[in-house]
């Protein structure tokens, strides 16, 4: 065992706006008195701000009053010796499934967020989302000497014993896991150029919050996203429609389950994409005021002293109606691309992701595995050319937004079928 950490933060902060003008206090301490003094301070905040920069804005549109009573409740904690004990035992069973490796690792990570929230409108909110990841990464030697890498999360909503009852529950994907990293040591290069793929649901998922959520969120409209001129145009194909999921999607409750956000508005889904065509933005109760929209719960903040921000909840692509293999098969020169390990994205859609794990396609079937490549484009040019969706649906679990506060996201979708621009060597 190389690291063992647990920590927990804890606090109280008030919120005021008067005219438009926004205060803000917080205090580690949570107690009346400090409750009160925060309150006093955000507001005298507010109070400053507005006479000096006089906007004049009218209050917002009051929330019904509702309580939102905590969904998951649990009495106990999950000990570190637990945690440990299991990561002990998955990291054997690791080194007895994966013999030829170079290095491996594996790591836990645990996260709840739970929240109290008491707004002026009466909304009255108990909630607590607690997520359990394991990391698993393989390290072997390339055909050329060098080292080739698969990284890989598991883990969804709850708590770590909850999640993780027993290491053999993941024996498969294991072995998965280094069936693929030991076919990427004899992989090959991507060939550079503009290329007919299949991006995998991990990679449509990072394609819809990276490329094309951050875009839409109402802030970055108003610093000049490309968001903005394309409300109500085409900018994807008529077969995508990508929603922002409040808490429930298809039937199932999202990785990151969002019922009431941070200013008291209730989570409800936001249609971004339907039918290709742009519909709405994501908001807060300013910007949708600004709009003239209606805020569906996009206001999130990470820790008590951190202020709401407009952020995505579960982004994803809905699937379509085709088979993946199908989908390989209709492609004669192309390459399927599966792992994503990191990317960036800007204010226009463009992108450039890292690919970890793909395959060539060739004549319809699955070719030479590959090395590490990169994929680029700009968002709504690449959807434009979706042809063909998987119809089923997949999650990422491990998603963390980093737009000035770290916080937990669900992305997903479908497999993909689309032309993007493949980086090569």
């Known amino acids: 065992m190389t690291g063992n950490a647990v920590s927990e933060t804890s606090g109280f902060s008030a919120r005021v706006c008067k005219n438009g003008a926004y205060g803000f206090a917080s205090s580690a301490v949570y107690t009346p008195e400090s409750v009160a003094a925060s309150v006093a301070a955000a507001a005298e905040n507010a109070a400053f701000l507005d006479q000096r920069e006089k906007l004049g804005k009218v209050p917002f549109a009051k929330v019904p009053s509702f309580r939102e009573e905590l969904r998951y409740t649990r009495e106990d904690d999950v000990t570190q010796?637990?945690?440990?004990?299991?990561?002990?035992?998955?990291?054997?069973?690791?080194?007895?499934?994966?013999?030829?490796?170079?290095?491996?690792?594996?790591?836990?990570?645990?996260?709840?967020?739970?929240?109290?929230?008491?707004?002026?409108?009466?909304?009255?909110?108990?909630?607590?989302?607690?997520?359990?990841i394991i990391y698993v990464g393989l390290t072997a030697e390339g055909n050329d000497g060098a080292p080739v890498e698969i990284f890989e999360p598991f883990g969804t909503f709850g708590v770590f014993d909850e999640v993780f009852t027993n290491p053999v529950q993941y024996e498969s994907l294991i072995a998965e896991l280094y069936e693929q990293v030991m076919a990427k040591a004899g992989g090959v290069y991507a060939?550079?150029?503009?290329?007919?793929?299949?991006?995998?649901?991990?990679?449509?998922?990072?394609?819809?919050?990276?490329?094309?959520?951050?875009?839409v969120e109402a802030d970055f409209v108003l610093s000049g996203s490309v968001g903005g001129p394309n409300l109500n145009k085409q900018v994807a194909s008529e077969l995508v429609t990508m929603v922002d999921f409040a808490h429930t999607a298809l039937g199932q409750r999202c990785p990151v389950p969002v019922y009431v956000d941070d200013e008291g508005t209730p989570g409800t889904d936001a249609v971004l994409i339907e039918n290709g065509i742009l519909k709405?933005?994501?908001?807060?109760?300013?910007?949708?005021?600004?709009?003239?929209?209606?805020?569906?719960?996009?206001?999130?903040?990470?820790?008590?002293?951190?202020?709401p921000l407009i952020r995505m909840r579960n982004t994803c692509?809905?699937?379509?109606?085709?088979?993946?293999?199908?989908?390989?098969?209709?492609?004669?020169?192309?390459?399927?691309?599966?792992?994503?390990?990191n990317g960036q994205a800007d204010a226009t859609g463009e992108f450039m992701f890292g690919v970890n794990f793909g395959y060539e396609i060739k004549k319809g079937k699955l070719g030479r595995p590959l090395k590490d490549t990169?994929?680029?484009?700009?968002?709504?040019?690449?959807?434009?050319t979706v042809d063909m969706l998987s119809d089923d649906l997949s999650w990422s679990c491990s998603g963390m937004c980093g737009k000035k506060q770290m916080i937990p996201v669900g992305m997903g979708g479908p497999a993909i079928r689309a032309f993007v621009n493949v980086g090569g060597r």
Not at 113 to 125: H, I, P, R
Not at 374 to 384: C, E, M, N, R, S
């Open 81 to 132: 010796k637990q945690i440990i004990d299991y990561m002990n035992e998955l990291d054997a069973l690791v080194a007895k499934l994966c013999p030829k490796l170079k290095s491996r690792f594996t790591a836990a990570r645990c996260l709840t967020m739970e929240k109290l929230l008491y707004t002026s409108d009466g909304v009255f909110a108990h909630t607590a989302t607690p997520r359990s």
């Open 191 to 215: 060939e550079p150029g503009r290329k007919q793929v299949i991006l995998h649901p991990d990679l449509a998922g990072i394609l819809a919050h990276e490329a094309v959520g951050h875009t």
């Open 280 to 307: 709405e933005f994501m908001h807060n109760k300013e910007s949708a005021a600004h709009f003239g929209h209606t805020p569906k719960g996009n206001a999130r903040a990470f820790a008590y002293n951190d202020e």
């Open 374 to 384: 990169t994929i680029a484009g700009v968002a709504f040019d690449v959807l434009k």
């Open 317 to 341: 692509i809905l699937p379509g109606k085709d088979k993946l293999a199908d989908m390989i098969a209709s492609i004669d020169d192309g390459y399927y691309f599966i792992k994503t390990g």
